[in-house]
C-alpha cells in the first residue's frame, strides 16, 4: 500500500499532516457481491491519476498534509472490527487530525461514527446511500453492514438521502422527515435545502457509493438504479460544506471491477473534493 494521491512525499508524512485517511479492507458481512474489501486500495490506486489542484474549490488542500494510515484493525468478528476502528479513529482526533475513512463495507463506520459523536457535541450524520441500514440486527450481528444507520441513531441524528431500498422491520425505525427518498426527492426542487435543515452544526458525513446510480458508478456490492447524479451529489456536498461543517467523513462500499477503473477514479476522485471542501473551510 502506497499514499493517497501522487504528491511529495513530504506532504504523506503522518506528522505534517491534517488530515488521516483510514482504509479499511473490510467485507465480512456483506450478502450479494464480494470484493469491497478490495476498495480501499483501488481508491488509493486511482488517486495517482488525479491533478492536485481541485477546480470546485480552487484549492491544493493536499500542502496541508494527507497520511494514509497503515492497515490496523481485528476482523474476527464484525463487533472486534467495530471496536478496532473506533480506537484507531479515537487515537487520531486526540491528536487533532481531520479524519476520512476508506472503505471496505458499510460497517465500517460504525465504530468511526461512534468515535467522532464522543468528540463532537450534537453530531449529524449525512448518509448517502441506496439502502436504509436500519436493521437492529442482521445474520446475527448488530454490527452488520445492514445496521449500520441503526447504530448510529444511537449516537447521533441520522439524515438519509438517496433511498430507495427498505425492508418492513426497518419502518419502525426511519424519522420521516429525515428521510429523502430518491423517487420523491427528483420531483422536489427544494430538496437539498430541506436535508439541510435537518441537519444540526456538526456532521459525520458518510457516502455509500450505491447512492449514485449504477450507470454513474457501476462498482459496487449491491447496485440499484435510480440514484443519485455525480452532479446531484455534488450540488448537495458543495452546499454542505457552505452551511455545516463536516467533522468526518467516509467513503464506502466500492467494490472493483477487473476491466474498469473508472469507479475507482470517481470514489478517489469524490474522497479528495471533500478533503479540498474541508480544507477550504477550515481555514
Avoid at 479492507?25 to 490506486?45: L, N
Avoid at 498534509?65 to 474476527?76: A, E, N, R, V, W
Avoid at 467523513?249 to 473508472?262: G, I
Avoid at 475507482?264 to 476522485?269: E, H
Amino acid at each position: 500500500m502506497e499514499y493517497f494521491l501522487d504528491m511529495d512525499e513530504q506532504f504523506s508524512r503522518e506528522e505534517n499532516a491534517q488530515y488521516v485517511l483510514l482504509p479499511i479492507p473490510y467485507d465480512a458481512t456483506s450478502t450479494f457481491q464480494k470484493g469491497a474489501d478490495k476498495g480501499p486500495q483501488a481508491i488509493i490506486d486511482a488517486s495517482d491519476s488525479i491533478e492536485l489542484y481541485d477546480v470546485n474549490t480552487e484549492t491544493e488542500a493536499y500542502t496541508a498534509g494527507i497520511y494514509t494510515d497503515k492497515y490496523l484493525y481485528d476482523f474476527s468478528s464484525p463487533e472486534a472490527m467495530a471496536e478496532s476502528v473506533y480506537k484507531r479513529v479515537s487515537h487520531f482526533l486526540q491528536r487533532g487530525k481531520s479524519i476520512g475513512v476508506l472503505g471496505g463495507e458499510h460497517s465500517v463506520s460504525i465504530g468511526a461514527i461512534r468515535a467522532v459523536s464522543e468528540k463532537f457535541e450534537n453530531l449529524s450524520v449525512l448518509q448517502i446511500d441506496a439502502h436504509a441500514d436500519l436493521r437492529e440486527s442482521y445474520h446475527g450481528s448488530k454490527n452488520n453492514h445492514a445496521c449500520v444507520m441503526r447504530r448510529a441513531q444511537e449516537v447521533a441524528n441520522v439524515v438519509q438521502v438517496g433511498i430507495r431500498s427498505i425492508c418492513t422491520e426497518e419502518m419502525d425505525a426511519v424519522v420521516e422527515e429525515n428521510l429523502f427518498y430518491a423517487h420523491k426527492i427528483r420531483h422536489d426542487k427544494d430538496w437539498m435545502q430541506k436535508v439541510m435543515n435537518r441537519l444540526g452544526n456538526n456532521v459525520y458525513l458518510t457516502i455509500d457509493l450505491d447512492g449514485l446510480d449504477p450507470s454513474v458508478l457501476p462498482a459496487t456490492g449491491t447496485p440499484l438504479p435510480g440514484g443519485l447524479f455525480w452532479y446531484d451529489l455534488i450540488d448537495l456536498l458543495e452546499l454542505l460544506f457552505q452551511t455545516k461543517k463536516v467533522v468526518a467523513f467516509d467513503v464506502v462500499e466500492l467494490c472493483p471491477l477487473p476491466d474498469s477503473k473508472a469507479s475507482d477514479a470517481l470514489a478517489a476522485v469524490l474522497t479528495y473534493k471533500i478533503i479540498s471542501w474541508m480544507e477550504k473551510y477550515r481555514k
